[in-house]
């Protein structure tokens, strides 16, 4: 039961381009939406992360958009770069309080390539 | 500080065998994982453990074991590999409980093939 469904599956974008990843979740109860990035041959690492009281959060060129009435949420890649090129993962979590203890449920990733 | 390390790096079984992988942290983490990697599906939980001496289930448990002896490390065990299993193993830890949203340090991974 894939609780997060992500797509696309793999996204190809020139420099400077906007890159735009989106996630839909089923679970009302998540409050949490965290992205992870992941280069070839290393473990997933935190990118940026929102909690469903805010309908947009930007880090540099990263935001995220949240829209909870239609149980979804997109990361988008401004002036997207070589360097970015990389596997995204959208989760969702419940928290880390009760017996949920901080557990994610990931989306199936998305293989972004940067064409320089 | 080394985070999160994983021995092995790689791995090639033959079906039947058996192995454990090890996971390390030294971060004072509270929370340990074991997720597998498989293309077009995610990462998903095998199990997880909220302390030293704790275990629990995660969404695909079966044909793998776990322990947590010591609050540092978390082993993962398959006692009879199959080829099923073949994937892409990562373990990841967690700031202590008490913390609303805890972020996921993830280690290297142990890519393992069951031939």
């Known amino acids: 039961q894939q609780q997060v469904k992500q797509s696309p599956q793999s996204l190809i974008v020139q420099k400077g381009g906007i890159s735009i990843i989106n996630c839909a979740y089923e679970n009302t109860a998540f409050d949490y939406f965290p992205w992870y990035q992941q280069f070839p041959g290393k473990g997933p690492a935190l990118l940026i992360a929102i909690r469903p009281d805010v309908s947009e959060k930007k880090e540099g060129r990263f935001t995220i958009s949240f829209n909870k009435s239609a149980k979804q949420f997109s990361l988008h890649i401004m002036d997207s770069q070589p360097g970015d090129s990389a596997t995204y993962f959208c989760a969702a979590s419940t928290g880390a309080g009760g017996t949920s203890y901080g557990k994610l449920t990931f989306g199936q990733g998305t293989i972004l390539t940067v064409h320089p | 500080n080394a985070g999160v390390t994983q021995t092995p790096k790689f791995r090639v079984l033959k079906t039947g065998q058996s192995m454990t992988l090890l996971c390390a942290q030294d971060m004072n983490h509270e929370y340990m994982y074991w997720y597998r990697q498989d293309p077009g599906m995610g990462l998903r939980l095998i199990h997880y453990?909220?302390?030293?001496?704790?275990?629990a289930k995660g969404e695909v448990p079966d044909g793998y074991n776990v322990s947590r002896l010591k609050k540092q490390n978390f082993l993962l065990g398959l006692e009879s590999a199959a080829p099923s299993q073949t994937s892409v193993y990562f373990c990841a830890s967690s700031l202590p409980s008490g913390r609303l949203y805890n972020e996921q340090f993830f280690g290297p991974g142990t890519r393992l093939t069951v031939l």
């Open positions: 453990s909220v302390g030293e001496g704790t275990t």
